[in-house]
């Protein structure tokens, strides 16, 4: 090659669409994750609740066909967190509350297990994503293409959001078919046909707050250590400080609850503590509760989806500006 042709050369072959940039950065964050054995490890453990949450399902349905089973369905159910009112209908007549016990067995899933789960396995992957860029001015190699802000943090909120779902979505929805498996009534379909997106509809609320808010602390430092200190105390103090203040609540509405056993069942079944904000976990899940059909008052929750959105909102304007920031420096 002559000398005057050495240098930048035009990239002649075919460009991928530029509304689609930001795959190069999740598909690189993925693989890059999955180099971890032991986040390997944690993934497969994540897919255990969903076998036992299967046995929920079929205790159910068995349930509808042989009433000496319904008594351990009723249990299973109160484990799941299903309201009161629908154990005590699945307890007389299952198969009049179908829809209801699937919703309530999903968001069990959802809330109990996979929550947990959430919570370390963002901390194995979010941390790194920003904070290793900032600190190694990798971000540079990625603003030397043409992309956008916003790409970059697509990009990598799409590496979260990819383990999220594989752990999470794919599993409820498995769960959902193992239903329809062991159902021996030709309508469990007709009657449960939304199910699978309100299971998507979960997942969304799931994702955008814990995603943004986990980027946003892995762009708040470049030590990711830091990062995942910061994530694992947002949920230890939110949980605590909930617990925290209204156990003292909880006290005083039961000892004003007088009545039968019953009532003051059902009235430890309705408790609401007006704490819930403080806690992201407790948020997620009334919200979750919601989106599922299993809230009796849709205003209840209003609340906690203005808190998710905010912080959803000011999470992404905080990254946003903070590499903005770096950029311009």
């Not at 971000?139 to 779902?165: D, H, M, Q, R, T």
């Amino acid at each position: 090659m002559p000398l005057h042709k050495l240098g930048y050369q035009s990239w002649t072959g075919e460009k991928s669409s530029p509304w689609l940039r930001w795959i190069a950065i999740a598909i690189m964050g993925i693989r890059v994750a999955l180099r971890s054995t032991w986040l390997n490890r944690t993934l497969i453990v994540s897919w255990i609740p969903a076998l036992a949450f299967g046995v929920g399902f079929f205790v159910y349905e068995q349930s509808v066909a042989r009433p000496e089973m319904r008594e351990v369905g009723g249990r299973i159910l109160i484990l799941a967190g299903a309201p009161f009112e629908f154990v005590q209908v699945a307890l007389q007549d299952p198969s009049q509350v179908r829809h209801e016990v699937w919703s309530a067995l999903l968001m069990g899933f959802f809330r109990y297990p996979q929550a947990v789960m959430l919570v370390i396995v963002v901390a194995m992957i979010a941390p790194r994503l920003i904070s290793f860029d900032l600190r190694n001015r990798g971000y540079l190699l990625y603003f030397s293409k043409p992309i956008a802000i916003w790409e970059y943090i697509l990009g990598k909120g799409c590496v979260v959001g990819f383990f999220l779902i594989s752990f999470t979505t794919l599993p409820a929805l498995a769960l959902y078919c193992i239903g329809l498996g062991f159902s021996s009534e030709v309508d469990a379909f007709s009657n449960t046909w939304d199910l699978p997106f309100r299971v998507l509809v979960a997942t969304i609320v799931l994702c955008l707050p814990t995603i943004s808010v986990a980027l946003a602390c892995s762009a708040m430092t470049i030590e990711s250590r830091y990062a995942i200190f910061g994530w694992f105390a947002m949920w230890a103090v939110g949980w605590v400080s909930f617990f925290a203040l209204s156990i003292g609540d909880f006290s005083r509405t039961m000892r004003d609850t007088r009545g039968t056993d019953e009532q003051e069942m059902a009235a430890a079944f309705g408790y609401q503590s007006k704490w819930e904000l403080v806690s992201p976990y407790h948020v997620l899940g009334r919200v979750q509760q919601w989106v599922f059909g299993l809230l009796p008052d849709s205003a209840i929750v209003l609340p906690h989806l203005f808190v998710l959105i905010v912080v959803t909102v000011g999470s992404l304007l905080f990254i946003y500006y903070r590499i903005r920031s770096r950029l311009v420096s």
